[in-house]
T-cell receptor, first 113, second 118 residues
Framework: EADIYQTPRYLVIGTGKKITLECSQTMGHDKMYWYQQDPGMELHLIHYSYGVNSTEKGDLSSESTVSRIRTEHFPLTLESARPSHTSQYLC????????????FGPGTRLLVL | AQKITQTQPGMFVQEKEAVTLDCTYDTSDPSYGLFWYKQPSSGEMIFLIYQGSYDQQNATEGRYSLNFQKARKSANLVISASQLGDSAMYFCAMREGLTGGGADGLTFGKGTHLIIQP
């Protein structure tokens, strides 16, 4: 079982607010990822990180930003939330091994009014 | 073009029957990995099974097995003796360039909604 945590699990917020979605893992994994998933749809990669001080944009363009100051922590920030940001955000991590299975957190369901 | 195709949006299956969920993929990379994840209504993604492109045998994990047909580029998930708790969304995913050691993420299919009926 993976030890990866996300907070909050649910967030309802008004347009224009700044939000930070937290993601932490206790497995010592170097690689971490953020995916966005609309209801009933597939996941899309929006950000990833090779390790501390490394951040890269994923396949899906996103107005969010990420930081990686500590190995275990990979927060995602939206400076000004909009209704189009309403979605589920899933964080994952993996090791530097050939298989690189990604283990996911429970997700944050964001609703922007 | 879709890299991962799951052609069954939804399936209804009787409890205790075996289930096959279809997945075809498209890649020109010789080194890749295929994954299946289960997503219950609570939203978390649960890793089920992995198949590497160079693996000689089909992967198995308990009641889950992967029917890997490399020439056809298919990686179907088989669940034996289905249970009510198997009701969930199931996603097939691929990671290309395994030998490159990059940090790129997974490419997911659109998923299959499986409902197990008593």
């Amino acid at each position: 079982e993976a030890d990866i945590y996300q907070t909050p699990r649910y967030l309802v917020i008004g347009t224009g607010k700044k939000i930070t979605l937290e993601c932490s893992q206790t497995m010592g994994h170097d690689k971490m990822y953020w995916y966005q998933q609309d209801p009933g749809m597939e996941l899309h990669l929006i950000h990833y990180s090779y390790g501390v001080n490394s951040t890269e944009k994923g396949d899906l363009s996103s107005e969010s930003t990420v930081s990686r100051i500590r190995t275990e922590h990979f927060p995602l920030t939206l400076e000004s939330a909009r209704p189009s940001h309403t979605s589920q955000y899933l964080c994952a991590s993996s090791e530097w091994v050939a298989k690189e299975t990604q283990y996911f957190g429970p997700g944050t369901r964001l609703l922007v009014l | 073009a879709q890299k991962i195709t799951q052609t069954q949006p939804g399936m209804f299956v009787q409890e205790k029957e075996a289930v096959t969920l279809d997945c075809t993929y498209d890649t020109s990379d010789p080194s890749y990995g295929l994954f299946w994840y289960k997503q219950p209504s609570s939203g978390e993604m649960i890793f089920l099974i992995y198949q590497g492109s160079y693996d000689q045998q089909n992967a198995t994990e308990g009641r889950y097995s992967l029917n890997f047909q490399k020439a056809r580029k298919s990686a179907n998930l088989v669940i034996s003796a289905s249970q009510l708790g198997d009701s969930a969304m199931y996603f097939c995913a691929m990671r290309e360039g395994l030998t490159g050691g990059g940090a790129d993420g997974l490419t997911f299919g659109k998923g299959t909604h499986l409902i197990i009926q008593p």
